[in-house]
Structures are given as structure tokens and as C-alpha cells.
């Protein structure tokens, strides 16, 4: 009786233990070899047949294709340069320089990775339609009302992700070895 | 008491395995992976333009907006494939996915380093049964190994603005993937 007893709780534990760890893991979005700079983290080994068991259990579970190393490689970030996750409802200026790349792009998703309705049916920009500066900087608004220059809607959702683009770039080759290269800062302006 | 605490030691030894073993076999077994997703919009060995993303639909997480985007969603069981991908003005790039959404090769337009992107997609096995010469003699011929026997060819060609997305999703439309049936 004790030894049937014992047994079920060890399957019961072993069952709640296992799950409730890979239900995290998979929820949270872990994932291993992962390059952080400033607020931008890629995984540039998910691109590759290399990719860790946890990103390609990830992937598989929210049916997403991640871009291949010899494509480019997809910086997200979450929150803003302090660490602070991002709200739609507050603005955020995204700016600086990006590292060499051919082309890169930026784009907003919710966090499921789907785009956010706004009224001008923007969704992100591309290094060819930006408007920078004279010495080549540029600065993104991201920000639930209309902003001049380079406006990024929000949409006014509670939470979104940014996804940075880098194409036929050497970061996605060379990536773990690489210093910190330059990834627009991201500061938080004002809520509403 | 100790036997208790053996008890439950040996539960977070066990659910250890339990973790380990179910996120290595979800790949397999996920039925929403961006493979499931497009078989039921896509024939098979053939390119189809994926519909943009919008706010209220998109067919997989996380695409680029600013890209024009066609699959052919393959199987080699009948013979290899040739794709031919005319690149376009702007960036074009072609990756492999294996049937669980591995990344196992890609190439872009100034790589491919000509107009258009030509190669042709094999299991080992079929590569293994090119005759050698012809193998040699064709230096330019880019031949690729499927670690899978069905998978997926995703076309991508950059609209560098919106009004240019029109003219990325022509260049796709006369992209191929053609089975070639062995004799």
C-alpha cells in the first residue's frame, strides 16, 4: 500500500514538475546563445541547424519560421534600455545607427507576433524609406498619437514587441564573437 | 520520513526526464507549427504567394512586413526539385526549412551573384546518384541536401518602400519549383 502510494505521488510529481518546467520554458521564450545589445537580443543560432532544443520547441510551438543565417538576423526587443517592458500607451524614441547591413528593417507586433492596427497602416520601416539626419542617424517615434518624422504607431496596446531586421549583415555570421555593435537606444518619453 | 524525501526526490529526478523528453519531442509533435499552417494553403512542389500581413490576419507570427513573401512547400519522394527564383530589384533571398521549421540553408541575391537564383533540392540519397561528370562539369550548378524528405522553400523579396511591394510580389510570381521526376 505504502510502495502504491509512494510510486503515484513520485508519477504525480514527476508529471507536474516536468510540464509545469517545459510549459515555462516554452511560455517564457528560453532559448540559449542568445547576443544582447543595449535592449535588442538575437538568437542568431536559431537560423541555423544548431538551433537549441528549447528555441526549436519554441518555434515549432508558435509556428514561426526564423530567418536563416545566410538571410539576415532579427534582433527583438521587449522593454526599453533600463529594462523596463514596453506599454503602447506611453512613447519611446528609438535612435542611432545600426550595424553594417544591406538592408535592415524594423516592425511592431503584439506579442503573439501579429501587427497592430493603427490608422495609417504602418507597421515598421525600412533603412531605404527612413528619414534620417545629415550625419546619418535617425530617431523613430514609437508612440500611440501621431508624431512628426519617423512616427511608429503603437496602436495603443498594453504590450508589443520590436523587431530589428539585419540583412546580408556579418553580424549573422560572426555573431558570437562580435563586440557590442551598434543597436539604436530605445528611452521611454512620456505616458498618456 | 527519509523514504519520503526519497519519494520526492525521485519525482524531480523523473520530472526532469518528463521536461527534457517533452521539449525534444515537441517539434514533432506540435500540429501548429508554420509547416501544419501552410499545408493547408499550399500545394505541394508548387510556389504560392503568401498573402500579406495585416493587423487582422496573418498566416504565420512574426513576418516581415516589408517583405513579399511566396512558399513552396516540397516533397522529395517523386524526385528532386529545381527552383528558379528570379531576384528583385531591391533583395531577394531564398531559405530551406526542414518539415519542423529548421533553417538549414539560405541564400541571398548577391550570393547567388547572378539574376536569378537557381539550384536544385535533393534527399542524399538522390544526390548520391548524380552521375559524377555531370556533377563536375556543371561548376555552377548549386546542388542543396534536404535533411528532410518534405520541407519548406520560403522566397522573400524586399518592398524598400510600400508603394514598391507590387513589383517585389511580381518578381516572386515567376519564381518555380519543379519536380523532376527520375526516369
Known sequence: ?192 | MTRWLLWILGGILLGGIVHLATVLAMPRAASQDAYSRLAALTPVNRIVPLPASTAQHSVLPFMDPAFAVAVCRYDLSAGSIKLNAPVSQAYTSVTFYTRDSVAYYAINDRAAGRRAIELDLMTPAQHAQVPEEEDVTAADRLIIDSPSTTGLIVLRALAPEPSLMAMAQRALASAQCRSQPVE
Open chain 1, 1 to 192: 500500500m505504502r510502495l502504491l502510494l509512494g510510486t503515484l505521488f513520485t508519477f504525480a510529481l514527476a508529471a507536474i514538475v516536468g510540464l509545469g518546467t517545459t510549459w515555462l520554458t516554452l511560455t517564457r521564450g528560453v532559448a540559449f546563445g542568445s547576443l544582447t545589445i543595449g535592449a535588442w537580443t538575437a538568437w542568431p543560432k536559431s537560423g541555423s541547424q544548431d538551433i537549441d532544443p528549447y528555441a526549436h520547441a519554441g518555434i515549432a510551438r508558435d509556428g514561426e519560421l526564423p530567418i536563416g543565417i545566410g538571410d539576415g538576423v532579427a534582433f527583438y526587443a521587449r522593454g526599453d534600455d533600463t529594462g523596463q517592458v514596453f506599454d503602447g500607451r506611453c512613447s519611446f524614441s528609438v535612435s542611432g545607427m545600426t550595424p553594417p547591413a544591406r538592408f535592415w528593417t524594423v516592425a511592431l507586433y503584439d506579442i503573439q507576433g501579429h501587427l497592430v492596427a493603427n490608422a495609417i497602416d504602418r507597421h515598421g520601416f525600412t533603412s531605404e524609406e527612413i528619414v534620417r539626419n545629415a550625419d546619418g542617424s535617425f530617431t523613430i517615434a514609437v508612440a500611440p498619437q501621431a508624431r512628426p518624422g519617423n512616427w511608429l504607431p503603437t496602436g495603443g496596446i498594453e504590450r508589443f514587441v520590436l523587431v530589428w531586421r539585419l540583412y546580408d549583415s556579418p553580424i549573422g555570421v560572426a555573431a558570437t564573437t562580435l563586440k557590442e555593435g551598434p543597436m539604436p537606444a530605445v528611452t521611454r518619453k512620456s505616458c498618456s
